[in-house]
């Protein structure tokens, strides 16, 4: 009886930091949409990323409380990432598309614990006023260049990063994410158009993203690796950019909406 409630509340907790994982990353996303959206029109300065993003929390009232909060909840949600890769709970299998799937799920909580990270190095001003995620990836790109076949290995990160992305924008447009959720279909109703749109959105992100990478391998020149803040710029730059960028913006900030509304209504079971 003790074991049994010890693994209850176990389970329990996991549960609790995979909602504040999952409203820690809507949080950051809709702070992402609504900066990009004032850039497009010309009302809040420098497109930036999800780093950027934190860093603008940083001057909110009581900015490092936030920063706190934000740090334990997106550790959560790298957690979470890793029991549902690791335990298979949402029945991926272990075939090459499954495999496919919980590696890409390991990779999102690598990359959500280095988010974390930079949220805690600014609580104590160990980091300066980077921006955007571009530099991360200009990084990465660049210790994957000294590796032996390193070229290979930033296209083939590129090639995983559009994958996701298409993915994503599957997951959106065929509203796969349903079978997850326990949603009452009141709610549905304009919920799911918000979390369709979201999930087409960043998977177009994601794809851009994967472009730098693979253009990067080409010319090995780890500096044309770029992340969201870069896609914001390309977007930018192109013909009807501000459309394009407040476009893009919206979609982000419902994604981030879609994070939120996951934190509420996603099924959650670590014990499978």
């Known amino acids: 009886m003790a074991n049994s409630m010890k693994n209850r509340n176990h389970w329990d907790a996991i549960t609790l930091y995979a909602r504040m994982g999952y409203a820690s990353r809507g949080i950051v996303y809709v702070l992402v949409g609504s900066l990009a959206a004032l850039a497009a029109f010309g009302q809040g300065g420098q497109t930036e990323g999800s780093r950027g993003a934190l860093e603008r929390l940083l001057t909110a009232p009581f900015g490092k409380v936030l920063l706190a909060i934000m740090a334990i909840g997106l550790v959560g949600y790298a957690m979470w990432r890793i029991i549902q890769a690791v335990k298979d709970t949402d029945h991926h299998g ?121 253009i990067a391998a080409y010319q090995i020149n780890p500096n044309q690796a770029g992340g969201m803040g870069e896609v914001f710029s390309t977007l930018r730059s192109q013909p009807f950019g501000q459309w394009l960028l407040g476009f893009v913006a919206l979609g982000l900030f419902a994604f981030g909406l879609y994070s939120l509304l996951a934190a509420v209504y996603r099924r959650i079971n670590p014990e499978v």
Do not use: E
């Open 94 to 214: 272990n075939g090459a598309k499954g495999l496919a799937i919980r590696a890409g799920l390991l990779a999102s909580a690598i990359t959500h614990t280095l988010l974390s990270f930079f949220a805690a190095t600014l609580i104590f001003q160990f980091a300066g006023s980077s921006g955007d995620s571009g530099g991360g990836s200009q990084g990465i790109a660049g210790w994957l260049m000294q590796q032996p076949f390193g070229r290979w290995l930033v296209g083939g990160v590129g090639l995983i990063m559009i994958g996701v992305g298409i993915a994503h924008a599957l997951k959106g447009y065929q509203a796969k994410f349903d079978k997850h959720f326990a949603m009452p279909s009141q709610t549905q109703q304009w919920a799911y158009p918000i979390c369709r749109f979201g999930l087409v959105i960043r998977g177009l992100v994601f794809v851009i993203v994967g472009s730098f990478f693979i």
